[in-house]
């Protein structure tokens, strides 16, 4: 189960940090948080200060073209996810990892925004008609179109970090 914390928490916990009695270890055991989470109230604040603590409290969404410039900086200038977390003003350098997976998993189709939650009764109708069309793709065919597609994508992206490259 996820806590939310204070801003004030987050606070008290940063100073008593700041203030060098203990380390990450010994104040996430003191106050019962995970290490990595006051790493990254810490290094929010370092960087922005309150309103870095305040930015991941907010849902954030990122285009398919943010998420694939925020991976070619990484990549050009070496740069750790946290540094180029850093960079781009993003609150949490684990978003920029899970891109990167994503993308060499999937390759560019893998950054594109997915919505979550459940289909709307309009979404269901329209999907009902697609499946009773008989025009429709059968399952090979579609698993070729969208294999063919990743494939398509992922030259386009080689094609566009060679051009990069070059220049």
């Known amino acids: 189960m996820r806590r939310k914390h204070s801003i004030d928490f987050k606070l008290s916990?940063?100073?008593?940090?700041?203030?060098?009695?203990?380390?990450?270890?010994?104040?996430?055991?003191?106050?019962?948080?995970?290490?990595?989470?006051?790493?990254?109230?810490?290094?929010?604040?370092k960087q922005n200060g309150v309103q870095g603590l305040t930015a991941?409290?907010?849902?954030?969404?990122?285009?398919?073209?943010?998420?694939?410039?925020?991976?070619?900086?990484?990549?050009?200038?070496?740069?750790?996810y946290r540094e180029t977390a850093n960079a781009f003003d993003i609150p949490n350098a684990s978003v920029i990892a899970q891109w990167?997976?994503?993308y060499n998993q999937y390759g560019i189709l893998g950054l594109e925004i997915k919505s979550k939650g459940r289909l709307s009764e309009m979404d269901k109708k329209s999907s009902k008609q697609k499946q009773n069309n008989p025009e429709s793709l059968n399952?090979?065919?579609?698993?070729?179109?969208?294999?063919?597609?990743?494939?398509?994508?992922?030259?386009?992206?080689?094609?566009?970090?060679e051009?990069?490259?070059n220049y």
């Open 163 to 165: 051009k990069s490259y």
């Open 56 to 80: 991941g409290m907010k849902k954030s969404t990122y285009s398919d073209e943010f998420k694939l410039n925020v991976l070619q900086y990484c990549l050009e200038h070496q740069l750790s």
């Open 139 to 161: 399952e090979t065919e579609r698993e070729e179109l969208e294999r063919l597609r990743v494939e398509k994508r992922k030259l386009e992206v080689t094609i566009a970090l």
């Open 13 to 45: 916990v940063i100073q008593e940090y700041l203030n060098g009695d203990l380390g990450y270890r010994l104040l996430s055991a003191k106050h019962k948080i995970d290490t990595k989470l006051l790493r990254t109230w810490a290094n929010q604040f």
């Open 100 to 102: 990167q997976s994503q």
